[in-house]
């Protein structure tokens, strides 16, 4: 059985090409993990394609990708966000934003025409970008005396945890990320060593 918490998103930006009687669907995706950077991103296609008639996305996030969207930006309903969308899906893709700009070519494509672009054009992008598969986790701060670092750092050790924020003050404190299905048991493991706190 896969684990639960891991999921396909890509590695790195990407980018496809459409064109249909002289309309331009340029579609750019990019690897996303929130709602904010969702915005800059669109914000600052939307800047630099300024003549651009439509700029229309579509996103999934987090590894269940149960958070989504999908904008028609003025297109007919229906006609872009959701085909975006629907390409997005078709890879069982997550952490992903698509943003298609369109150039008006002077001749109207109809919806059929206008969801043939979005798809094709997100599907040219996606198929350069490189799927990886990401592990969801939570991150923690670990705290504990010295005479803990020991019992501490084997557990480390043993889950094959990455370890951030190291700082051996007076009391020691480091931050590491676990991934979901084995959070239960790190926070077993330290319950009698060390102090735990999930940090946001």
């Known amino acids: ?4 918490d891991a999921y396909k998103s890509i590695a790195a930006p990407a980018q496809g090409l ?8 340029i579609a750019f995706v990019y690897p996303v993990e929130t709602e904010e950077e969702v915005k800059d991103l669109v ?23 149960d958070v989504w969207r999908a904008s028609d930006d003025g297109e007919p309903s229906g006609s872009a966000g959701r085909p975006i969308l629907g390409q997005i899906d078709s890879l069982g893709l997550s952490d ?3 943003v298609v700009v369109r150039y008006f070519g002077g001749i109207k494509l109809g919806i059929p025409g206008l969801i043939r672009a979005y798809k094709t054009s997100t599907a040219d992008a996606l ?11 939570k991150h923690f ?11 501490v750092m084997k557990v480390l050790k043993d889950m094959d945890l990455p370890q951030s924020k190291q700082d051996f003050g007076e009391r020691c404190t480091l931050e ?3 991934r979901l299905s084995a959070v239960e048991d790190f926070l077993q493991r330290m319950q009698d060593i060390a102090l735990v706190e999930e940090v946001a």
Do not use: T, W
């Open 1 to 4: 059985m896969e684990p639960f």
């Open 127 to 137: 198929a350069s970008a490189q799927i990886i598969e990401k592990i969801a986790g």
């Open 176 to 178: 590491v990320r676990v």
């Open 18 to 25: 459409f064109k249909d009687n002289g309309s331009r669907f």
């Open 96 to 98: 992903v934003l698509v």
């Open 141 to 151: 701060r670990v705290s504990f005396d010295y005479l803990a670092m020991n019992a």
């Open 43 to 65: 914000q600052a296609l939307r800047k630099e394609y300024h003549d651009a008639r439509h700029h229309c996305f579509a996103y999934r996030l987090g590894y269940k990708g």
